[in-house]
C-alpha cells in the first residue's frame, strides 16, 4: 500500500468553514498529489508537489490550498468550504520505477 | 483534454474476454491503468511507455499505439475478480508525473 495514510478518513463540515486534510507516507517519495473523484468525472488533479515547499496547480485547484513543510506530509486546505467541494479525496505518491501512482484510502468529504 | 474511455460499462460472464479503450486527443508519453473497487482506493495496474513494450501479467494486459494516441486494456477470460472500475491516466512529456484520468470503464463479471 506504499505506506500512505490519510485523515480524516470521513468528515462532514459547514459551508464557509475551512478544512485541513492531511496525507502522510512513510516510503519518502518525492512527488505527492492531491485529486478529488467525483461521480461521472474520475479522478481529477487538484494540486502536486514535487518536493518539500515545492508544489504546483492541477487543473482543478480553484478554491484549495496545499502545504508540504516535511517530506512524509502533504496537507490539502479548503480555505472556506463549499457544497460543490462535496466528493471524495485520494491522495497519492509517485514511485521511483517507471512513475507508477499509488493512493491512499481516500478522504470521504460531505459540505452541508 | 481528458482521455476518452469506451466502453463506459460492460457485462461478461466468467471466462469471458473484454478490451477498454482509452484514446486521448494529446500527444502523450505515457499511459497508466488502474482498478477501483466500489468504496476503495484505485490500484495501479500497469504503464505503457512511449516506445516501450506491450506490457501485461496472469490475463491482463495493456498495449499503446503513440500515432494514434490511444491504449486498449485486454482481459481475458474474466474471473469475477477482474469487477470494479478501470480508469486509464495519461501523461505527456515532463517529469512532473501529472496524470488526467478518463471518466472510467465499469465492468461487472457474472458467474
Known amino acids: 500500500d506504499a505506506g500512505i495514510t490519510q485523515s480524516p478518513r470521513h468528515k462532514v463540515t459547514e459551508t464557509g468553514t475551512p478544512v485541513t486534510l492531511r496525507c502522510h507516507q512513510t516510503?519518502?517519495?518525492?512527488?505527492m498529489y492531491w485529486y478529488r473523484q467525483d461521480p461521472g468525472h474520475g479522478l481529477r488533479l487538484i494540486h502536486y508537489?514535487?518536493?518539500?515547499?515545492?508544489?504546483d496547480k492541477g487543473e482543478v485547484s480553484d478554491g484549495y490550498s496545499v502545504s508540504r513543510s516535511k517530506t512524509e506530509d502533504f496537507l490539502l486546505t479548503l480555505e472556506s468550504a463549499t457544497s460543490s467541494q462535496t466528493s471524495v479525496y485520494f491522495c497519492?505518491?509517485?514511485?521511483?520505477?517507471?512513475?507508477?501512482?499509488?493512493f491512499g484510502p481516500g478522504t470521504r468529504l460531505t459540505v452541508l | 483534454q481528458q482521455p476518452v474511455q469506451s466502453p463506459q460499462a460492460v457485462i461478461l460472464r466468467e471466462g469471458e474476454d473484454a478490451v477498454i479503450n482509452c484514446s486521448s486527443s494529446?500527444?502523450?508519453?505515457?499511459v497508466h491503468w488502474y482498478r477501483q473497487k466500489h468504496g476503495e482506493a484505485p490500484v495501479f495496474l500497469m504503464i505503457?511507455?512511449?516506445?516501450?513494450e506491450q506490457k501485461g501479467h496472469e490475463k491482463i494486459s495493456a498495449s499503446f499505439n503513440e500515432k494514434k494516441q490511444q491504449s486498449s486494456l485486454y482481459l481475458t477470460a474474466s474471473q469475477l475478480s477482474y469487477s470494479g472500475t478501470y480508469f486509464c491516466?495519461?501523461?505527456?512529456?515532463?517529469?512532473?508525473?501529472?496524470?488526467?484520468f478518463g471518466q472510467g470503464t465499469t465492468l461487472q463479471v457474472k458467474p
Open positions: 497519492a505518491v509517485r514511485a521511483l520505477g517507471e512513475g507508477e501512482q499509488f
Open positions: 516510503e519518502n517519495h518525492r512527488y
Open positions: 508537489s514535487y518536493g518539500v515547499k515545492d508544489t
Open positions: 494529446k500527444a502523450l508519453y505515457s
Open positions: 505503457l511507455l512511449k516506445g516501450g
Open positions: 491516466g495519461t501523461a505527456g512529456s515532463g517529469n512532473t508525473g501529472k496524470l488526467i
